[in-house]
């Protein structure tokens, strides 16, 4: 088995998961990517580790990306759940088929990477979970209903993981990005940030790196807000 720390980044091919990807990388960990556009692939191989092109919403996919991962480097430290983007529109226009995308985009991102992966933790008495969630989680802007929904729901699957595996030292947290320099920039969303400036996808990457390393070992069940203080009221 391998003695370097292995981290496994769903949705990684572009945007903040690319950056972790690259943190990681840089942070002496073997990566594993896992993209449905083949950029993981891309940049994995220029990372020295391994990329999957497949989707975060097959089951398949992810237990393809587990087993090859765990077959060249025999352990996976660190999960990191990215997503893409899912339904945006009015709340009362907003379909079941939508909803139900949504459902896959933000929240079946983590729970089925979560039950492949995090066995392979319990068993190593091991391991850091760390899901890209969003600012507005907790205080729901109708410019992201999907998403606000359902990654609620996150946050209580969250403590309810870390309620129960805590004791195999497997932890879980959620880092709930704001405006993002991996999304359209406008002037009147930077204005909103008291920081008056979107933040880096790098800086996401950093608070990943961090919530994945010995020095956040005391920390799980959490959701770790990094918006420039957009949503610190709350």
Same mark, same amino acid.
């Given at each position: 088995m391998s003695a370097e720390k292995v981290a496994v980044?769903?949705?990684?091919?572009?945007?903040?998961g690319a950056a972790v990807a690259k943190r990681f990388a840089a942070d002496g960990y073997k990566v594993a990517i896992l993209s449905s556009s083949g950029k993981g692939e891309a940049l994995a191989a220029e990372l020295g580790g391994i990329g999957v092109t497949g989707s975060n919403q097959s089951n398949d996919d992810l237990q393809r990306l587990a087993d090859v991962t765990l077959e060249k480097f025999g352990r996976i430290d660190v999960l990191v759940n990215s997503a893409g983007h899912g339904p945006r529109a009015p709340i009362l226009e907003i379909t079941d088929e939508q909803w139900h995308t949504g459902l896959d985009v933000y929240l079946l991102n983590v729970i089925r990477p979560t039950r492949i992966i995090a066995p392979t933790m319990v068993a190593q008495k091991?391991?850091?979970?760390? @899901?890209?969630?969003?600012?507005? *989680?907790?205080?729901?802007?109708?410019?992201?209903?999907?998403? *606000?929904?359902?990654?609620?729901?996150?946050?209580?699957?969250?403590?309810?993981?870390?309620?129960?595996?805590?004791?195999? @030292?497997?932890?879980?947290n959620n880092v709930l990005p704001g405006w993002i320099d991996s999304l359209p920039a406008t002037e009147a969303r930077r204005e909103m940030v008291p920081m008056q400036r979107y933040g880096k996808s790098e800086e996401i990457a950093a608070t990943v790196a961090f919530l994945a390393s010995e020095g956040a070992g005391y920390i799980t069940g959490q959701n770790l807000r990094v918006d420039g203080g957009l949503t610190r009221s709350v």
């Open positions: 980044v769903t949705a990684g091919g572009s945007g903040m091991s391991g850091a979970i760390i @899901n890209i969630s969003t600012a507005w *989680a907790f205080e729901p802007s109708d410019m992201f209903p999907t998403s *606000a929904v359902f990654r609620a729901g996150l946050a209580a699957y969250t403590k309810i993981f870390s309620d129960t595996y805590a004791s195999d @030292n497997v932890r879980m």
